[in-house]
């Protein structure tokens, strides 16, 4: 089945930790992005890529970093330079028209 | 400057009516628009695809496009309780950017 798939699900990250957050898609599509949503809020871009070895921050790119070194694939690493990092976080991809989004990962600080 | 404008609701509407939900956007060159719905705790999922003026209709939701008036909505006929949710306006721009909407939650009361 095509499609996109976050891992993990839950995420716990320890005070100073980074942990990194999976979006894998098979839809071949060029262009992939990370959300952020907080409780009650809408989609706020964190980072976009349009092609292998290529990404632009979002509106909110300080304290994550990403990859793009292959098309299927687009990590999203969360560093201990942010402060407030509990969230659910989206990976989405797209080709012309709409973007498809994988299931989430929702990330506690503990 | 926000550029998709949507009505945060809540929009309560009795079960076996129609919903109206409506997002009003500022660049004139965007081409492609589309409706999500989201569950809460879960990811968005594309409800419809629009790209010419007028009405495009699928099952009981149809959408609307007004490109001279900036403003596309979503109808909902027959309301059912499980439509409860909150729906995203999104669209690319002139520059193919994904904008997205804040979004409208919606409630159908039985």
């Known amino acids: 089945d095509g499609g996109i798939t976050q891992s993990p699900k839950y995420l716990f990250r320890k005070e100073g930790q980074n942990v990194t957050l999976s979006c894998e898609q098979n839809l071949n599509h060029d262009a992939m992005y990370w959300y952020r949503q907080d409780p009650g809020q809408g989609l706020r871009l964190i980072y976009y890529?349009?092609?292998?070895?290529?990404?632009q921050k979002g509106d909110i790119a300080e304290g994550y970093s990403v990859s793009r070194e292959k098309k299927e694939s687009f990590p999203l690493t969360v560093t201990s330079a942010q402060k407030n990092p509990t969230a659910f976080y989206l990976c989405?991809?797209?080709?012309?028209?709409?973007?498809?989004f994988g299931q989430g990962t929702r990330l506690t600080v503990v | 400057q926000k550029e998709v404008e949507q009505n945060s609701g809540p929009l309560s509407v009795p079960e076996g009516a129609i919903a109206s939900l409506n997002c009003t956007y500022s660049?004139?060159?965007?081409?492609?628009f589309f409706w999500y719905r989201q569950y809460s705790g879960k990811s968005p999922e594309l409800i419809m695809s629009?790209?010419s003026n007028g009405d495009k209709e699928d099952g009981r939701f149809t959408a609307q496009l007004n490109k001279a008036s900036q403003y596309v909505s979503l109808l909902i006929r027959d309301s059912q309780p499980s439509d409860s949710a909150t729906y995203l306006c999104?669209?690319?721009?002139?520059?193919?950017?994904?904008?997205w909407g804040a979004g409208t939650k919606l409630i159908i009361k039985p």
């Open positions: 629009i790209y």
């Open positions: 999104a669209l690319k721009d002139s520059n193919y950017q994904l904008i």
């Open positions: 660049d004139r060159g965007s081409q492609s």
């Open positions: 890529s349009q092609i292998v070895n290529d990404f």
């Open positions: 989405a991809s797209s080709q012309v028209g709409e973007a498809f």
